[in-house]
């Protein structure tokens, strides 16, 4: 991959892991579009590659919307050319699509049931889907809209975000758990029918790396370790959380058309160890 001066389109770029690969793609010389639906979130990562004296733009937008994203997409190649690297990192959770029980307790049946009690039959469906849509159509769209300008232009590569529920179900995140599943499905089916346009799809799979939502989950307010935290940590033989840096390398030579020219439909997993035990 000769980087420099390429277009690259990180989602979620205002984030925890894509703002570092944001900056990184920056940092060797590609024109970044940062893409996420909250400006200020883009704003303080354009501020990082900008001080290094990358090049990037600010596009607020949500995945979702293909409409949205398609008018990014043209008015980014009218102006810098079309993109060769896509990142899809917009994802995340929500937390009314979580339950509160790991497990079914006859309790949840009962019209008693206390009020913080969620079991899987107090799932709200709505959000349900929208955690859904976000992160498995929300890689789907940016693949059209930016694929199609890599196809146009002779090849690109795009990198997905699969998680430790792609393997197996983590408790409590159904929604989420099922929709990481099908990342690792759809870059397996996308490397496959992208492969004749020269177009390399993979996906990482991060273990456990806290961002402001899983802080709440994962660590007490003094900055300890809640007891699912602690699970976590339990089952992790390097004994602690990734830092977005720990993603960077697996990432760079993923999307490196001459260091992993042969690489595409993998999903490959980051996470200190966590898939390598069984935790007995
Ligand atoms: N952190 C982990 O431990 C971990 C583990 C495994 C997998 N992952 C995956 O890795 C990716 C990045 O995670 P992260 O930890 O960096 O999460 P994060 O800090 O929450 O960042 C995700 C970003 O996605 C953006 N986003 C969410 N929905 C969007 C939408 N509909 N349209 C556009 N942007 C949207 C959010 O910004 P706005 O709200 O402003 O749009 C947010 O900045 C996600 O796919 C996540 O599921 C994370």
């Given amino acids: 991959?000769?980087?420099?001066?390429?277009?690259?389109?990180?989602?979620?770029?205002g984030g925890t892991l894509c703002s570092e690969i944001a900056v990184?793609?920056?940092?060797?010389?590609?024109?970044?579009?940062?893409?996420?639906?909250?400006?200020?979130?883009?704003?303080?990562?354009?501020?990082k590659i900008r001080a290094k004296g990358g090049a990037c733009r600010i596009e607020a937008g949500d995945v979702n919307d293909e409409e949205a994203i398609s008018a990014i997409a043209q008015?980014?190649?009218?102006?810098?050319?079309?993109?060769?690297?896509?990142v899809n990192g917009?994802?995340?959770?929500?937390i009314k699509a979580l339950t509160t029980l790991t497990a079914f307790d006859p309790a949840e049946l009962s019209p008693e049931k206390p009020e913080e009690m969620r079991g899987?039959?107090?799932?709200?469906?709505?959000?349900?889907?929208?955690?859904?849509?976000?992160?498995?159509?929300?890689?789907?769209?940016p693949c059209r809209v930016f694929g199609r300008q890599m196809a146009e232009a002779g090849g690109g590569a795009i990198l997905n975000f699969a998680s430790m529920n792609t393997y197996c179900p983590l408790s409590r995140v159904p929604a989420y758990a099922m929709s990481k599943a099908a990342i690792a499905n759809f870059t397996q089916y996308l490397a496959a029918y992208f492969a004749p346009a020269k177009i390399r799809v993979n996906a990482v799979a991060p273990g456990f790396f806290v961002n402001e939502r899983s802080r709440k989950y994962l660590c007490t307010p003094d900055g300890g370790l809640s007891p699912r935290?602690?699970?976590?940590?339990?089952?992790?033989?390097?004994?602690r959380f990734g830092e977005a840096q720990d993603l960077l390398g697996c990432v760079e030579w993923l999307l490196d058309d001459e260091k992993?020219?042969?690489?595409?439909?993998?999903?490959?997993?980051?996470d200190g160890g966590f898939l390598s035990t069984s935790g007995i």
């Fill in 24 to 47: 990184m793609l920056a940092g060797k010389g590609m024109k970044t579009v940062l893409i996420g639906r909250t400006a200020e979130k883009l704003e303080a990562t354009a501020k």
């Fill in 260 to 270: 992993a020219a042969f690489v595409t439909g993998v999903t490959i997993p980051v």
């Fill in 229 to 239: 935290g602690e699970k976590v940590m339990g089952h992790t033989p390097m004994g």
């Fill in 1 to 13: 991959m000769i980087w420099k001066d390429k277009v690259a389109v990180v989602t979620g770029a």
């Fill in 90 to 94: 917009a994802g995340g959770n929500n």
């Fill in 75 to 86: 008015k980014t190649a009218a102006e810098w050319g079309p993109c060769r690297v896509l």
């Fill in 120 to 141: 899987f039959f107090d799932l709200d469906m709505e959000l349900f889907k929208s955690v859904l849509e976000t992160n498995t159509v929300g890689t789907v769209i």
